[in-house]
């Protein structure tokens, strides 16, 4: 079991931004995918990042929010700007890559609201 750590949620306006980050104890990593859970709401895939870089969003998030790799391969961030009442959610980070199963942080909690 890979472990994976996810941090920099917190409580924003609207129009204000948050990064998120995401770090796995491994570095086989295929891809690293941010999704998030909504109260009452089924979890949704938000963006990814393969190990080649290749990078893909949900319709609702393109053109602002922004997924990179940090300074280290298993490590990756979510630049989240002009935030919306609807990005309101639980965050998690999911990890795939060799010699082990799909693994999922604990989540961290993003609020927008005035």
């Known amino acids: 079991q890979v472990q994976v750590v996810e941090s920099g949620g917190g409580l924003v306006q609207p129009g204000g931004s948050l990064r998120l980050s995401c770090t796995a104890s491994?570095?086989?990593?295929?891809?690293m995918t941010w999704y998030r859970q909504a109260p009452e709401k089924e979890r949704e895939l938000v963006a990814r990042i393969t190990n080649t870089d290749n990078t893909m969003y949900a319709d609702a998030v393109k053109g602002r929010f922004t997924i990179s790799r940090g300074n280290m391969k298993n490590q990756i961030h979510l630049q989240m700007t002009g935030l919306k009442p609807e990005d309101t959610a639980v965050y998690y980070c999911n990890v795939v890559g060799s010699g082990f199963v799909p693994s999922w942080g604990q989540g961290t909690q993003v609020t927008v609201s005035s």
């Open positions: 491994s570095v086989s990593i295929y891809a």
